[in-house]
């Protein structure tokens, strides 16, 4: 989800969002603040409604960005994770958070297995959420507008394609994956205010490796949770980035090199 | 007359007021305000470094990666008895090896390739330090004697080698103005092709401006770690050290040579200002900067139709 959402942006904007784990961080933290709740569906709506004013209220800044667009993007938005994790840190303090689930949510789904309900809710939701926009974009007209403003988006204008709604209603689509994740990531990780950084840098790396499919961001998701494992085997849990980071720079000249 | 080819006279008229002010606070000003002025003057030497490797149109969000190593090395040599003037050299020369094993890595990558490719290599050197003996990992190296021990003289001689320091490198780079490297520099950042055309070695040029930088980076952040007497990952690799610098350059203008010094005392001093009021979130400062300079004043403070100073 959190790759999905970073890829849709990056495609229909051309916006790099470097503050895009902080951002997702954000609802991470919001489902802290919200687990004691005693409905699966109130914090998901919760979720989804403040995504929806998030990406109001981000539109202004990345529609307006200068051009050459993607390096301001990557300074505008490293600006914004400055702000957030300022925010952040002023909110929340520096200590590390963990979501406490309602025991009714935290019960596994049947026995044996270690998922929660309400953790099981939110993969379900994802896997529904991806298989949509797979569907959307592979075998509707809907899709073809997408692509059609991705690979040109002067000669899509010249069609007759409103270009800016498109692209309006594809951040939103990502902003809404993001936050969905950041809730995910929340409920089976530590929060702080400076691990978004982490989160920005697995998006990337999932979308470099991913080029650009859907598919390409499943398999890119797997072969980064692989490297991550065995370098972590290999060479300890504290030596876990070091593969994620090799593995972007080893991407980045490859498809440099094509 | 060289000088004036490569500063604007608003850059110079604001160069001509704000160092007599810092002047005056290194000389007259005690405890807060000396170190908030030599914490100034370290982001603006950094700010100038970064823009080094920003004037050939790149854009690295990872030189903290350089500014620690530097501290590393410096200290580690430092530790293992070598003298701690020549260590700070040492590590400056580590951080410009790096810097030029970046840029060979990364020849063919440009913008946002090069600056996603610049935050992981910056990553690595961190996520070697926080585990290995030598560098204390994750807790890091404690008392390291400072970089002079005057006791005879009752002067905070720490808080004036970031002015030297300030003031040597500008004189080295004026001495370097108005010379063809500049119209170089230019020409490979405004059109990197058609600088190629025109015979201009674009990969060379690159790679020296990033060993210049690098080495910039690194001996600052030799001279900040004997400053403050302690290292450790997450304060020698801050993000912080890879920001502010490039908020200076922008807020400056990150095409001259004097604006980002300018630009970066001047976002430092409202910085230390700010602070006071909000301890936890005065980094959000540097943000709020960032997004003024690039979506108001788009070429820096100096271009801007108003001109702020």
């Known amino acids: ?258 | 007359m060289k000088l004036l080819q490569i500063v604007t006279k608003q850059e110079l008229k604001s160069s001509l007021i704000a160092i007599p002010v810092f002047t005056l606070i290194l000389i007259n000003g005690s405890g807060y305000l000396l170190t908030a002025a030599s914490y100034g003057f370290l982001i603006a030497i950094l700010s100038f470094g970064w823009n080094l490797t920003a004037l050939t149109g790149e854009i690295s969000l990872g030189h903290a990666g350089f500014f620690g190593i530097g501290a590393y090395v410096a200290v580690i040599s430092g530790i293992s008895g070598i003298n701690s003037v020549l260590s700070v050299f040492i590590g400056a020369l580590a951080a410009g090896v790096y810097g030029a094993i970046t840029s060979l890595s990364f020849y063919r990558l440009s913008g946002v390739g090069f600056a996603l490719a610049s935050i992981a290599f910056s990553q690595i050197p961190k996520i070697v330090a926080e585990n290995l003996s030598i560098t204390g990992a994750g807790s890091g190296i404690v008392n390291i004697k400072p970089l002079f021990i005057i006791k005879s003289i009752n002067t905070p001689l720490r808080e004036y080698i970031m002015g030297a320091s300030l003031l040597i490198i500008l004189l080295i780079f004026t001495a370097f103005a108005g010379k063809k490297i500049w119209l170089k520099l230019s020409a490979i950042r405004q059109n990197r092709i058609a600088a190629e055309a025109l015979g201009i070695a674009t990969i060379r040029y690159k790679q020296i401006n990033m060993l210049i930088s690098s080495f910039i980076f690194g001996f600052v952040g030799a001279l900040w770690t004997y400053w403050i007497g302690y290292i450790n990952p997450d304060t020698a690799f801050d993000l912080y050290f890879s920001t502010a610098p490039l908020i200076g350059a922008l807020f400056g203008g990150r095409n001259s040579l004097i604006g980002p010094i300018i630009g970066a005392l001047i976002l430092y001093l409202s910085d230390s200002a700010i602070s006071m009021i909000f301890p936890v979130g005065h980094k959000a400062v540097y943000g709020l900067a960032i997004l003024v300079t690039i979506m108001a004043l788009r070429g820096g403070i100096f271009k801007a139709k108003k001109a702020i100073i």
């Open chain 1, 1 to 258: 989800m959190l790759s999905v959402g970073f890829f849709i942006v990056l495609l229909t904007t051309r916006i790099f969002n470097i503050a895009y784990g902080t951002m997702a961080l954000l609802f991470g933290y919001i489902m802290w603040m919200l687990s004691n709740n005693t409905s699966t569906l109130v914090p998901i709506a919760i979720i989804i409604g403040l995504s929806l004013i998030f990406s109001f209220l981000l539109l202004p800044i990345f529609k307006n960005l200068p051009e050459p667009v993607e390096p301001n993007s990557i300074i505008v938005t490293f600006a914004i994770l400055l702000v957030m994790e300022a925010i952040l840190t002023y909110l929340f303090s520096s200590d590390w958070r963990i979501i406490t689930l309602n025991p009714n949510y935290d019960a596994p789904i049947a026995n044996n297995i270690a998922v929660s309900r309400l953790n099981a809710f939110f993969s379900l939701f994802s896997v529904i959420f991806i298989s949509t926009i797979y569907l959307i974009a592979k075998k509707t007209r809907i899709g073809l507008i997408f692509k059609a403003c991705i690979d040109n988006e002067s000669a899509a204008k010249r069609f007759g394609i409103p270009v800016d709604l498109v692209s309006n209603i594809a951040f939103i689509f990502g902003t809404m994956a993001m936050a969905i994740a950041g809730a995910v990531y929340g409920m089976t990780n530590y929060l702080y205010p400076a691990s978004g950084i982490k989160l920005t840098m697995i998006a990337i790396t999932v979308t470099i490796i991913a080029g650009e499919s859907i598919i390409g961001i499943l398999l890119g998701g797997i072969l980064l949770g692989i490297i991550e494992s065995f370098s972590g085997y290999f060479l300890g849990g504290n030596w876990q980035d070091l593969g994620v980071n090799l593995l972007i720079i080893v991407f980045l000249i490859a498809k440099e090199s094509r």
